[in-house]
């Protein structure tokens, strides 16, 4: 079974810090993994997956993140956050399902931004 | 031009009533999920159609019967509504079949208040 576990429920940060949420995942097979966003009261929308390739992925809104397949983690990072930048991120890996694959989330991590 | 919306965004009804939700996507997607968000944030896929079939039911109780009457549309109808449905009900798609690896769209949730 894959599972993903984000070990944080909550990150407070300053305004132009640098900041990673962290993501841990468990697979047995071939993984994909994604990070996703929400901002307040909206859906979620995807900033960035990891399919194969480079093990560092850019996404949307100046993050990123590295694929560690001995440490089985997916963490998120930002050189510099802005109070934009709050928001709930999840993390998700794609499992097989009836042939078919859908993804499984974290539970979230609130990145807090405050000036 | 919202790429996928739903229909209501509030819902608030008494214990035992039958709803509906629905939702529409303009993307010219194949694939359509329904999920369920907890009051903890905790996001779980419900189900998943490909053109209109039924791919996947996550083990969802019979109360919740979703319907494509087309490829643009999925619809979740709940019947004898109880306490532990009231969470956000998102509707999402994506291109291909194989959701778990493209990225999904999501709407903006549909808030499900149970009294």
Same mark, same amino acid.
């Not at chain 1, 576990?5 to 940060?13: E, I, R």
């Given at each position: %079974? $894959? +599972?993903?576990?984000?070990?944080? +429920?909550?990150?407070?940060? =300053?305004?132009? %810090?640098?900041?990673?949420?962290?993501?841990? #995942?468990?697979?047995?097979? +071939?993984?994909?993994?994604f990070?996703y966003? $929400?901002?307040?009261?909206?859906g979620l929308q995807l900033?960035?997956? #990891?399919?194969?390739?480079?093990?560092?992925?850019?996404?949307?809104?100046? =993050?990123? %993140?590295?694929?560690?397949?001995? $440490?089985?983690? =997916?963490?998120?990072?930002?050189?510099?956050?802005?109070?934009?930048?709050?928001?709930?991120?999840?993390?998700a890996?794609?499992?097989?399902?009836?042939? #078919?694959?859908t993804l499984? =989330?974290?539970?979230?991590?609130?990145?807090?931004?405050?000036? | 031009?919202?790429?996928v919306?739903?229909?209501?965004?509030?819902?608030?009804?008494? @214990?035992?009533?039958?709803?509906?939700?629905?939702?529409?996507?303009?993307?010219?997607h194949?694939t359509m999920y329904?999920y369920?968000?907890?009051?903890?944030?905790?996001?779980? /896929? @419900? &189900?998943?159609?490909?053109?209109?079939?039924? /791919? /996947?039911?996550?083990?969802?109780?019979?109360? &919740?019967?979703?319907?494509?009457?087309?490829?643009?549309?999925?619809?979740?109808?709940?019947?004898?509504?109880?306490?532990?449905?009231?969470?956000?009900?998102f509707?999402a798609s994506s291109q291909?079949?194989?959701g778990g690896?493209d990225t999904q769209y999501f709407?903006?949730?549909?808030?499900?208040?149970?009294?």
């Amino acid at each position: %079974a $894959q +599972s993903v576990t984000q070990l944080d +429920s909550q990150v407070p940060v =300053f305004e132009e %810090a640098p900041v990673e949420l962290r993501c841990n #995942y468990s697979s047995s097979v +071939s993984v994909y993994l994604f990070w996703y966003v $929400q901002y307040p009261n909206q859906g979620l929308q995807l900033l960035l997956k #990891y399919l194969s390739g480079s093990t560092l992925v850019k996404g949307i809104n100046g =993050f990123e %993140a590295e694929f560690n397949k001995s $440490q089985t983690s =997916f963490h998120l990072r930002k050189p510099s956050v802005h109070i934009s930048d709050t928001a709930e991120y999840f993390c998700a890996v794609s499992r097989m399902n009836s042939g #078919y694959s859908t993804l499984t =989330f974290g539970k979230g991590t609130m990145l807090l931004v405050s000036p | 031009d919202t790429a996928v919306s739903q229909t209501p965004k509030y819902l608030v009804t008494q @214990m035992g009533n039958d709803k509906s939700i629905k939702c529409e996507q303009n993307l010219g997607h194949d694939t359509m999920y329904w999920y369920k968000q907890d009051s903890k944030k905790f996001l779980k /896929i @419900m &189900f998943s159609y490909n053109n209109k079939e039924l /791919i /996947i039911n996550e083990t969802v109780p019979n109360r &919740f019967s979703p319907k494509s009457p087309d490829k643009a549309h999925l619809n979740l109808h709940i019947n004898s509504l109880e306490l532990g449905d009231s969470a956000v009900y998102f509707c999402a798609s994506s291109q291909e079949g194989a959701g778990g690896l493209d990225t999904q769209y999501f709407g903006p949730g549909t808030r499900l208040t149970v009294l």
